[in-house]
């Protein structure tokens, strides 16, 4: 997923390098806590894979593509790839917490109906569905932060990286972004997370940790080959590799035969293709997207809000109900 080989940043021959000869492996689906003091090389690590900066030495490999192969004008694809979520939040002002979420659909000229689906579901799970119409300045530092994980996870990357998540939180708040962040990686998506924060370093103790010093790599908790497997990843295979054998049991003689009836039973009844799907991110939640757009409409009085009413009398308004949103890794 994410390879470092040998990789060396350097600013100037007068400076200390920002990263010197690291090298790692992070696997689909691995949490990665990334450690070190203020000046040890997180950010840049972040900026190296973005394409923000580019390597004095080594190479870069994000989703099997070498970023050396990737030209300046295609960097936007890899960019898509990772979700960023800033210590500062960066949410633009002058737009809602709802605005700010769709803007980088809307960029890449994504359908409408599908951003009302996508904005709606990512409010639901970051627990933003009553701020949707809220500036930035009229919310917390802890729920601006989840709109900058929202905003992050809008386009469905492969990679969020969140660089000092909690760096301007309290503590009970800190603990709530992790646990979302947590939720996050368990729906299967790969989470680095940079931080210098004892607590948060305490909540994610079991997760593999790569500590930073000076731009070199000291230490890394993690295995070199194969990386931990998703929450979602692991039932799946779980599941896949349950099978019954033909070892003898204990049963009673009449569950033995009933067993053995119903297993004559499924033979001769023909079970359906198994179809082969991508991965997807599913989360469960109120259809959200007409009721937004009701609300929508209220706050723009400059429209003709008449339109509503003159639609054909035998349409019928769809009540709120209960659907499954799929969000596909691109």
Known sequence: MIIFNSVSKHFGPDTQPALEDVSFDIQPGELVLVTGRSGSGKTTLMKLMTKEYLPTAGEITIDDTPLSAVKSAQAYQIRRKIGVVFQDYRLLPELTVWENIALALSIIHTDEQEIEQRVADLLE?????????????????????????????????????????????????????????????????????????????????????????????????????????????????????????????????????????????????????EKKSRPRLQFKLPNFGKLFKRSLKTVTPDKDTDQESAKKPDEKSEDPEEVIVEVEHL
Request: glycine content about 6%; overall charge negative; charged content about 30%.
């Open 125 to 273: 799970l970051t627990g933003l569905s009553e701020k949707a119409f809220l500036f930035p300045q009229q919310l917390s530092g802890g729920e601006a932060q989840r709109v900058s994980i929202a905003r992050a996870l809008s386009t469905a990357p492969k990679v969020i990286f969140a660089d000092e998540p909690t760096g301007n939180l309290d503590e009970e708040t800190s603990k709530s972004i992790v646990q979302l962040l947590q939720k996050i990686n368990e729906l299967g998506t790969t989470l680095l997370v940079t931080t210098h924060d004892v607590m948060v370093k305490e909540m994610l103790k079991g997760e593999r940790n790569m500590i930073l010093d000076r731009g070199k790599l000291v230490e890394d908790s993690g295995q070199k080959s194969g990386g931990k497997k998703s929450k979602a990843k692991a039932e799946a295979e779980t599941s896949k590799a349950a099978k019954p054998t033909d070892e003898p049991t204990n049963e009673p003689p009449e569950t033995k035969n009933k067993k053995e009836e119903s297993d004559d039973e499924s033979e001769t009844t023909p079970s359906a293709p």
